[in-house]
């Protein structure tokens, strides 16, 4: 019985083993001499999809046969017409006969695309033509050309949506990984500028550019960021996010540890840091390696405004960032487990607008965070037009018809419009949202426990967060370890001057400066 299961075990191994090299092999199918044989199998490899266009003509004076491949909506016509067809048909073979043309003489001599490769096997060339390219076979040459004719439905680049500056330029990451390369260079004019390309997914076949500067980043954590694309290359990956949700240190944790930004100039002070930059195709924005929780509060206008005021609005930016996650909570546990600590005239007046009440402080913070989070839902679902007409609107109307009928007290609905105006000063929209959440579990610690349940979470909260690596950087740098020197660009913004070195954690041996945010 057991002989015979594990016969059948067996095949079906060999089965399956032959499947695989069957898959690999089909991957490995080279061109053929044959004009109408490679047009046949790249469109037969394509599905024979209707906007995939042919084209053979007479080339060299009508002495030998060429044929053109490529996708319409990917490419720009004119090019294919100007760069190839044209050449083709008008420019005479001259010194080289039919018998002795070669790839290299075409390419060099006859063409005037860009950028021209050579292919031969018709996985490589299907993913090209997919990418915008043409390509080209000549009747006799085993060897392709593709031809960079690339012309792709993008958008113009625009101001960025979620990270606006006062002072700063309004340009902004668009979805075209080219733009998006020329934003950088047009910033940061240097030969140790390195991008790097790897391809991703087994259908979609995206490519992740991984940008540094030499001599400026270190080694460790360049060559982590490039292990954990590479080891995520099974996945089709479509966004950036999901690329940043795959190459993270935790997958579990709610706060962000890996950065992202639609702002060049930020990302290019963040590269001269002597971060990682990733740019994925087809994605408006950046991520940078590794970060930390002063990078994910930092705004480029600290940097476009004088020191002092920087400074002054870092601090303010923390202590939103406080009142965001514990006010709800330092409310509930006051009003019901400590309001001997509440001065006699304030508690007086608490205790007066909640006369009538029927709800427990927590459920009443609870509705007005429920209503809060929907109100802001629907501001970004609905047309900017009237979405910020309807998020203020449906803010004061609820708030006000919930006090008139007795429902929710006044002081509640002034710490929910306090805490959600200090949720908006967050610069990083991610950890606004991790905001969201710590806010409702201190709630539920206060409404159990009072002050004692939300020290407790704060001191877990805190332990936690030094746990916490990003890409080998921990997350609470420069707090802990302990780094008074890299304060002057964390907790406040000390002048240009002073920020000639770089954070401590980013330090190689060649000290590079710092060159912004």
């Known amino acids: 019985m057991f002989s015979w299961l594990k016969n059948i075990v067996s095949k079906k191994n060999t089965k399956s083993s032959n499947l695989h090299k069957l898959t690999v092999n089909t991957n490995d199918i080279c061109i053929s001499k044959s004009v109408d044989k490679n047009i046949n199998a790249l469109k037969c490899y394509m599905n024979n999809s209707p906007d995939i266009i042919d084209r053979k003509i007479r080339a060299f004076d009508s002495k ?14 004119n090019m294919v017409e100007e760069y190839i067809i044209k050449p083709l048909i008008t420019n005479p073979v001259r010194v080289l006969s039919t018998q002795n043309l070669t790839i290299e003489a075409i390419k060099n ?4 695309g860009s950028v021209i490769e050579e292919a031969n096997t018709i996985f490589e060339i299907s993913l090209e033509i997919l990418n915008g390219k043409t390509f080209l076979c000549i009747e006799g040459l085993d060897t392709g050309l593709l031809i960079d004719t690339v012309s792709l439905p993008k958008r113009n680049v625009e101001e960025p949506r979620t990270e606006s500056t006062v002072k700063g330029p309004n340009e902004g990451f668009v979805e075209n990984m080219k733009d998006n390369l020329g934003l950088i260079r047009k910033r940061l004019k240097t030969p140790d500028l390195c991008i790097e390309f790897i391809k991703t997914g087994k259908t979609v076949h995206n490519n992740a550019a991984v940008l540094y500067l030499k ?3 270190k080694n460790q954590i360049l060559q982590e960021v490039k292990n954990r694309i590479d080891s995520v290359k099974g996945y089709d990956i479509v966004h950036i996010e999901q690329l940043a949700n795959l190459i993270s240190d935790r ?17 290019v ?35 476009y405004e004088h020191w002092l005021f920087g400074t002054v609005i870092t601090f303010i930016r923390y202590i939103s960032l406080f009142i965001s996650t514990f006010f709800p909570a330092i409310y509930i546990a006051l009003t019901s487990f400590h309001p001997e600590m509440l001065p006699t005239s304030l508690l007086l007046s608490i205790s007066g607008t909640r006369i009538g009440v029927p709800l427990h402080p927590f459920f009443e913070a609870l509705v007005m965070i429920i209503i809060l989070e929907i109100l802001q839902e629907a501001g970004l679902r609905l047309p900017k037009v009237v979405g910020q007409t309807v998020a203020i609107v449906g803010g004061l109307v609820i708030g006000q018809a ?7 007290g006044p002081f509640m609905v002034i710490v929910t419009s306090v805490t959600a105006i200090s949720s908006f000063s967050i610069p990083s929209y ?45 997350f609470m740098e420069p707090f802990t370890p302990y780094r008074p020197k890299d304060w002057k660009d964390s907790i406040i913004r000390a ?3 002073f920020l000639k070195n770089r954070l401590g954690y980013f330090n190689t041996k060649s000290s590079p400066k710092k060159g912004g945010s």
């Open 64 to 77: 030998v046969d060429a044929g053109i491949v490529f996708i319409q909506n990917l490419v720009d016509i």
């Open 109 to 112: 001599s006859m063409l005037y």
């Open 215 to 217: 001599g400026k980043v």
């Open 251 to 267: 997958v579990f944790t709610i706060f962000p540890l890996i950065q992202w930004t639609e702002r060049p100039d930020k990302a």
């Open 269 to 303: 002070s963040f590269i001269l840091e002597g971060n990682v930059g990733i740019l994925y195709d087809n994605s408006r924005g950046m991520l940078l390696a590794p970060t930390t929780i002063s990078a994910l509060m930092q705004s480029p206008d600290d940097y």
């Open 402 to 408: 919930a006090v008139q009928a007795g429902i929710i």
């Open 430 to 474: 991610s950890l606004g949202l991790v905001t969201r959440i710590l806010r409702l579990i201190f709630m539920l610690l206060a409404s159990a426990l009072g002050a004692f349940g939300i020290s407790i979470g704060i001191i877990y909260l805190l332990g936690y967060m030094c746990s916490l690596k990003s890409f080998g950087v921990g």
């Open 495 to 497: 002048p240009q001057i």
